[in-house]
T-cell receptor, first 114, second 118 residues
Framework: DAKTTQPTSMDCAEGRAANLPCNHS???????VYWYRQIHSQGPQYIIH???NNETNEMASLIITEDRKSSTLILPHATLRDTAVYYC???????????????FGQGTTLQVKP | EAGVAQSPRYKIIEKRQSVAFWCNPI?????LYWYQQILGQGPKLLIQ????????DSQLPKDRFSAERLKGVDSTLKIQPAKLEDSAVYLC????????????????FGPGTRLTVL
């Protein structure tokens, strides 16, 4: 599975958009980009995933560059409840050896400030 | 829909003692994972089950850790004997099986069990 690189921490003002970058320069065509977040004292929570097209759901938007070597998670109007550690994970799409396991890095700690 | 249940939420033991954690996945989720999360790090997979069979236990320290999922539903993770470095949060996750060969089903995590080994 491809390795990802994320900034250690970021701040965002409440009500503003939070843009969290992720570098995955060794991603293969067989791998999705997934984002999870972990609020303090809780288990990780799925946010969104994508292959090559931009994706949007009720929580966030995911922008993947054309070469697929990097992506950005966008929280359009961050609230204090969005303060969490955000994990960008590359995961194999299919194959007989695919177990669906997630390999977490250290993630980005997003602090949303009033 | 009920989420992934884990118990206990907190456990404090002394080194060399034994401890067990229990997980009940979301109904119908055939795939179950146990992760270990040390303070300040991301979760690390210990073991994965598909129904009652082990799919991946390559990161499980088998000399002291064991896990079972006898009836393919709930699961137990045991540590015997515990070491100081086992202090961590133990997370259980589950997901639907990927029947098409294309992996896209998200994992649902429980709240975790925080273990402190003194």
């Amino acid at each position: 599975d491809a390795k990802t690189t994320q900034p250690t921490s970021m701040d965002c003002a409440e009500g503003r958009a939070a843009n969290l970058p992720c570098n995955h320069s060794t991603i293969s065509g067989n791998e999705y980009v997934y984002w999870y977040r972990q609020i303090h004292s809780q288990g990780p929570q799925y946010i969104i995933h994508g292959l090559k097209n931009n994706e949007t759901n009720e929580m966030a938007s995911l922008i993947i560059t054309e070469d697929r070597k990097s992506s950005t998670l966008i929280l359009p109007h961050a609230t204090l409840r969005d303060t969490a550690v955000y994990y960008c994970i590359v995961r194999r799409r299919y194959g007989s050896s695919n177990t669906g396991k997630l390999i977490f890095g250290q993630g980005t700690t997003l602090q949303v400030k009033p | 829909e009920a989420g992934v249940a884990q118990s206990p939420r907190y456990k404090i033991i002394e080194k060399r003692q034994s401890v067990a954690f229990w997980c009940n996945p979301i109904s119908g989720h055939a795939t179950l994972y146990w992760y270990q999360q040390i303070l300040g790090q991301g979760p690390k997979l210990l073991i994965q089950f598909q129904n009652n069979g082990v799919v991946d236990d390559s990161q499980l320290p088998k000399d002291r850790f064991s896990a079972e999922r006898l009836k393919g539903v709930d699961s137990t993770l045991k540590i015997q004997p515990a070491k100081l470095e086992d202090s961590a949060v133990y997370l259980c996750a589950s997901r639907l099986p990927d029947l098409s060969g294309y992996d896209y089903n998200e994992q649902f995590f429980g709240p975790g069990t925080r273990l402190t080994v003194l």
